[in-house]
C-alpha cells in the first residue's frame, strides 16, 4: 500500500484535459451528451456510468473548493461571490437534468445486468434520489445553503477581549483549562454574552431555515423534514428508532459513567459548588497542556504520529502539506469549526481547522486526518458513490485515529505525566461526546417533528433534553441564559440538519475498534483499513464487520463498551 496513487489526479477520459468550471454554457454541452447518448449493451451503460461520474467529480470538486475559500475568509467578497454563483446559478441548473440523468439509469434495461457486488449501493442510492426528486425543491435548497452560510458569517465575527486582547471564541475558549478560577469564570461568561447578543438574529435564522426544510419534506410528500432526510441521506440501514434505541442507551449506560467521573472532579478540585466552567481545568492543579506553539510543529508531530502508527498515515499528512491542503490556524473572519473536504476528482483533500494551541487541536487534526487517510485509500474508486461514504462510517475512520494513535502522542508530550493527562482529558472527552450527540440528535427529532413551535417552545424542549443528559452536580444557577442557548454554537444544526448521531454511532465503533487494538493491534489495524479501503460499496453493517466489530446501539453493547472506556480510564487517572 503506497501513496503513489493519490499523487496525481486522475486523468480525465471524458472531458477535456483543461476542463474548468465556469459558466453553465460551459458544463451543458456534456450533460446535454450524457442525458441523449444512445446505450445499447451493458458496457455501454458502464461507460456512459463512469463519463457521468466524472463529470460529477469535478463539478463536486470546484463546488467543494469555493466552499472552502468561503471559510477560510467569510470577509472575501470575490470568494463569497464564487460560491454564490455556484449555489444560486448553477445548481439550480444541474439538479434537473441529474435527476434526469438518474431516471435514465434506473429505467435501463441494462441496469439488471450489471455486477451487483459492484453497483449494489449505487444503484440504490439513485433510485432513492429519483424518488425524492422534486424540482419545486431546488430554489428552496439553494435558499437553505444560502441561510446555512449566514450562520457562518454571524458565527465568524464574534470574539472576546479577555485582558485587552481580542480573541476568537475558539481561542478564548482555550482558556476554559486554565488553573485561574476567576479567570475561566470571567471568560466563560463573556463567550456566553457575546454569543447571546446574536441570540435573537439566529433564532430568526433558525426559524426560516425550519420553514424551508419542512417546505421541502411536505413537497417530496412527508410529514415531517425529519423523516425526508432521513430518506435524503440514503439512511438505508437503520431507522429512526434505532436513533431512540441510541438516546436510551446512552442516557442508562454513559450519563452514570460522566457522572461519577463528575464526582471525582468535584472531590479533587475540592469545591462545594462545581460549575461549567470548572469542567476543563486539569483536577491536581497542572497548567493546561499545551502540546506545540506553532502550526508547523502541530504539522510535523502530527505527521511523525500518524507514521509510527503505519507509514500510509504519515506519508498522507505530508503530501497534504506539501500540496498546501491544510488551513489549521485560527483567525479572524475565518468560519468556525473544521472538515476534512474530500475533493474527489484529485483525491487529496483539504484539512480545515482553527487551532489555538490546545489540546483539542491535536486531537483535531487526528481526526480530520482520519478522514483525509479514508478519502486516500478510496481515491481509485470510479463511483463517486463509492467515495462518497456515509457519515456513519466517515466518523468511524476519524474517531477511531484518534484513539488508536494515543500510543504515539509521547511525540507531543515527552513528559510522562503530562502524556497520562492526555489520555485521561482524551477518555474523558469521549465519555462526553455520547451524551452531547444525544441531546443534539434527540433535539432535532423534536424541532423537526413540530415544525410549527415557537421559540419560546424550542427554548424549553432544548433545556428538557440538555438535562435529560447533564449531571446535576454541575450548578448552573444564574446562568440560565446562557445555558438555554448553548445549542446555538452547534453549526451542525444550522448548516447540515441530522448530521450529528454519526458521531455517536462512530464513536462505540471507535471504542470497539480501540479495544481489539489494545488485544490484538497488528490484526486490528489491518482490519481498520481495510473497512476503510471498502468505501461505500458495502452496507453499513458489513463495513462495520469487516473492521471486526457490530453496529449496535443496544443498551448492553453499549455498556460493554462504556466499561471498557472506565477501566481504560482508571489505569491512567
Known sequence: MTIDNVLQAKQLQYLPDDFKVTTWSKLNPYYSELENRTINTVEDLEKWIVDMNELMAVVGEEFNWRYVRVSQNTADQSAAELYQYAIQELYPKISPVENRLNKKLVNSPFLKELPEEDYFIYARGVRKKTELFRKENIPLSTQDSLKAKDYGEIISKMSVEIDGEEMTLQKAGTLLDETDRELREAVYKKIGTRVAEDRQAMDDLFDDLIKIRHQMAVNAGFENYRDYKFQSMGRFDYEVQDCYDFHESIAKEVVPVNEELIKHRKKELGLESLRPWDLSVDTTGKAPLRPFETIEELTQKSTEVLGRLHPYFGESLKVMQDMERLDLGS??????????????????????????????????????????????????????????????????????????????????????????????????????????????????????????????ERKEAWMKIYKEFSSDLVETDGLEKFMSHRWHRQLHLFEVPFYYIEYGMAQLGAIAIWKRYRETPKEALEDYISALKLGYTKKIGEIYQAAGIEFNFSQKYVKELADFVKIELEKVI
Open 331 to 456: 483567525r479572524k473572519g475565518k468560519h468556525a469549526g473544521g472538515y476534512n473536504m474530500p475533493l474527489y476528482h484529485s483525491g487529496v483533500p483539504f484539512i480545515f481547522m482553527n487551532a489555538t494551541n490546545s489540546f483539542s487541536d491535536l486531537r483535531t487534526l487526528m481526526h480530520e486526518a482520519g478522514h483525509a487517510v479514508h478519502a486516500m485509500l478510496t481515491h481509485d474508486y470510479d463511483l463517486v458513490s463509492s467515495k462518497s461514504v456515509p457519515s456513519e462510517v466517515a466518523e468511524l475512520a476519524s474517531m477511531t485515529m484518534e484513539l488508536i494513535t494515543m500510543d504515539h502522542w509521547d511525540v507531543f508530550f515527552e513528559n510522562e505525566d503530562d502524556l497520562r493527562r492526555a489520555k485521561v482529558e482524551q477518555l474523558e472527552g469521549v465519555l462526553k461526546t455520547l451524551p452531547w450527540v444525544a441531546t443534539i440528535d434527540k433535539f432535532q427529532h423534536w424541532i423537526y417533528t413540530h415544525p410549527n413551535h415557537s421559540q419560546e
